[in-house]
């Protein structure tokens, strides 16, 4: 089983920051394969990248992935105020279990 | 519009079964799996497992496997999660997912809130 970690646990930051959340995998995984999610109290979690760089549908442009093997970003280049929730970074390829990351909460300092 | 519709809250006393639906609409059914994923209160996500509505096909996730058992009924675009001889720490909010072969989980259902409680 692919654990992975993410870091940090939680973040406290300002609208208008630029945030880097890390994902690191205990195994190699294939660029494809990872994706992020973000998830806001009381909703399900919305895809919001995937196959590491790719935005999805209607995901601005201030959000942006990168990484290959074991070690995978999520960048938010300004943060406005919908964008703090909780992030999971998930692989998805290859055998299962299609593990998540624990999440990292960005909260409002 | 693309979405999963899931079944109402339960509430299911120690050892009983549980089966969350999960009805897709606006989409076609057979050509996406569905993955189903777990959130207890207050933590991270648990993937569970895949059906494969084409074909029934499924793939679980080890710790479940004995006690889940996903199905689907393409006459009315609906899968079902079963999950058997529950307990206390099974409570959670259980969630579909569509699967797309590019990657990732892009349509959740809203989530269906399972508490176990004698």
């Known amino acids: 089983e692919i654990v992975l970690t993410q870091s940090p646990g939680t973040l406290s930051l300002s609208p208008g920051d630029r945030v880097t959340l890390s994902c690191r995998a205990s195994?190699?995984?294939?660029?494809?394969?990872l994706t992020w999610y973000q998830q806001k109290p009381g909703q399900a979690p919305r895809l919001l990248i995937y196959?590491?760089?790719n935005r999805a549908t209607g995901i601005p442009d201030r959000f942006s992935g990168s990484g290959s093997g074991t070690d995978f970003t999520l960048t938010i280049s300004r943060l406005e105020p919908e964008d703090f929730a909780v992030y999971y970074c998930?692989?998805?390829?290859?055998?299962?279990?299609?593990?998540f990351g624990q999440g990292t909460k960005l909260e409002i300092k | 519009q693309v979405q999963l519709v899931q079944s109402g809250a339960e509430v299911k006393k120690p050892g009983a079964s549980v089966k969350v639906s999960c009805k897709a609409s606006?989409?076609?059914?057979?050509?996406?799996?569905i993955h189903w994923v777990r959130q207890v209160p207050g933590q991270g996500l648990e993937w569970m497992g895949w059906?494969?509505?084409?074909?029934?096909?499924?793939e679980y996730a080890e710790k479940f496997q004995g006690s889940v058992t996903m199905t689907g009924d393409t006459s009315i675009s609906t899968v079902y999660m079963d999950l058997s001889r529950l307990r206390s720490d099974d409570t959670a909010i259980y969630y579909c997912?569509?699967?797309?072969?590019?990657?990732?989980?892009?349509?959740w259902g809203q989530g269906t809130v399972v508490t176990v409680s004698s």
């Open positions: 997912a569509r699967g797309p072969n590019w990657g990732g989980f892009d349509i």
């Open positions: 196959s590491t760089t």
């Open positions: 998930q692989q998805y390829g290859g055998s299962p279990p299609y593990t």
């Open positions: 059906i494969n509505p084409n074909s029934g096909g499924t």
């Open positions: 195994q190699s995984v294939g660029s494809r394969f």
């Open positions: 606006g989409y076609p059914f057979t050509a996406y799996y």
